[in-house]
Every structure is written in C-alpha cells, then in structure tokens.
C-alpha cells in the first residue's frame, strides 16, 4: 500500500515567489494536514482538511493558503516567501474516523534564498 | 510559549537497557497524547498514544505513562535496539484525537542506543 506521498522532495525558491506543495494522502483517508517543520523544532500544525473544506487553522499568515481536491490529495501554497519559510513541510492524513495517530509522509524540504 | 516540552535534546543509553523519554504540557485542555519517531529524512511515525482518561498504555517494547496532575508523560522503551536511535517528538492534542486543533508538538529528544 502507499503512505502518504509529497512532491517535490525538495526546492529551492527565491524570496517573494510563490511555491505550491502537493499531498497525496493514503488511500481511503479523507483527511489531510500540514505541518511545518523548522530545524531544530518539532513540527508545527498549519491546516487541517476534511471532505474539502477546512477544519481547522494553526497561527500561521495568510500567505499560508490550502484546498483539497475531490480524491483528496491536497495542495499548500505560500505566497511572498520569506527566508523565514525554509522548512520542511510535513503532510499527514488520517482516517475518517478520527486522528489515532496521523501517517505523515516524507515531507518537501523547501530552501528560500 | 512552549505549550509541550521535551526538556532533554539528546538521551544516550546502552542496548537492553531502558529507555525513558520525558515530556511536560502546561495546556490543561490537552486531552489526547502521542509519541512519534522520526528518522533523518523521513516523515514521523506513529508509535503509540494515550488518552487523557488512562494512565498507561502500552504496546509490545513500548510504554506510555500519564500523570495528569503532574501534567507529565514518559516513553519506556524496553529493551532499547540500536534501531530505536531516532529523534523522539511528543505530541498533544485538546479535540480528543480529531484533529481540527491540529497536534502540538515538543522539540523533540535524540535518543541514542549505545552498543
């Protein structure tokens, strides 16, 4: 079976361009999560999605933005990228049933220069 | 404000013994917790969690023990592998696991099996 898939593994972006980061969850897992993880912290909650709407948000700007797709792979954009925003960021789905321990994938190790 | 610490950056403990890895909330509305292993350039792995109206769980080599009025929580790993070294990330929750809050997580601890 295939965990959750994230593309690309890995990007380099210049301050002030836009990125896209895409999520395939698990098969049959409805809900999908973003995480970001600076060096040397644990990971920090961004957004939640369930059935394609947005469930829940963390303190994140709004240059920070998400949408999930009716197969529910998803999407995380950010705006106007700052070298505050390199980072890995982690995807995770869940069963509809509840979290019970997310399965995260890979994550996309994003460099701003 | 840190709302989840894992106060030790780093463990270093020798194969068969036990491991503890120690995590402190100050959230009283974290209801649900999580222990995740994380290896270098993979995802967190799920290990194992304990809801807030338990005080222990536990699951083959590993334990987790809950002290609410301490607002504590430890990982018993025993025996330690050398496959166990990764870093060891805590993990909080206030929606009883549903996510909507999202996970709170601590900075992480590097445990390290010593042959």
């Known amino acids: 079976d295939a965990g959750v898939t994230q593309s690309p593994t890995h990007l380099i972006k210049t301050r002030g361009q836009h990125v896209t980061l895409r999520c395939s969850p698990i098969s049959g897992h409805k809900s999908v999560s973003w995480y970001q993880q600076v060096l040397g912290q644990g990971p920090q909650f961004i957004f939640q999605y369930y059935e394609k709407e947005e469930r829940g948000r963390g303190n994140f700007p709004d240059r920070f933005s998400a949408r999930q797709f009716p197969n529910y792979s998803s999407e995380l954009n950010v705006n106007a990228l700052l070298l505050g925003d390199s980072a890995l960021y982690l995807c995770?789905?869940?069963?509809?049933?509840?979290?019970?321990?997310?399965?995260f994938g890979s994550g996309t190790r994003l460099t701003v220069v | 404000d840190q709302q989840v610490k894992q106060n030790s950056p780093s463990l270093s403990v020798q194969e068969g013994r036990i491991s503890i890895l120690n995590c402190d909330y100050t959230n009283s509305m974290f209801d649900y917790f999580l222990w995740y292993k994380k290896y270098p350039a993979e995802g967190p792995t799920f290990l194992i969690s304990?809801?807030?109206?338990?005080d222990k769980n536990e699951d083959g080599r590993f334990t987790v023990f809950l002290n609410k009025s301490a607002k504590h929580l430890s990982l018993h790993i025993v025996p330690s592998q050398p496959g166990d070294s990764a870093v060891y990330f805590c993990?909080?929750?206030?929606?009883?696991?549903?996510?909507?809050?999202?996970?709170?997580f601590g900075k992480g601890t590097h445990l390290i099996i010593q042959p």
């Open positions: 304990i809801s807030s109206i338990k």
């Open positions: 995770a789905s869940s069963p509809p049933q509840g979290n019970y321990g997310y399965t």
């Open positions: 993990a909080a929750s206030g929606d009883s696991g549903g996510g909507a809050d999202g996970l709170t």
